[in-house]
């Protein structure tokens, strides 16, 4: 597996579960690839605001709000 098919994986993952092949293969690549494993760290970052932010809850607008 290559960078390019584990980012595609890492996506598709959001969409759907991954077959155990996939998710062997992911987990594989993740443990030798740094950039790999920085990039899902920055979905799941992204998922977690992009629910927050769904939920209407904003903290940096809580902030402004409460100076």
Known sequence: MNCKQATQLLSLQQER???????????FHLMMCKACRNFST??????????HYAKGEHPASDDRESH
């Open 17 to 27: 579960p991954l077959s155990r092949r996939e998710r062997f293969s992911l987990r």
């Open 42 to 51: 920055q979905m799941d970052s992204l998922r977690t605001i992009s629910r």
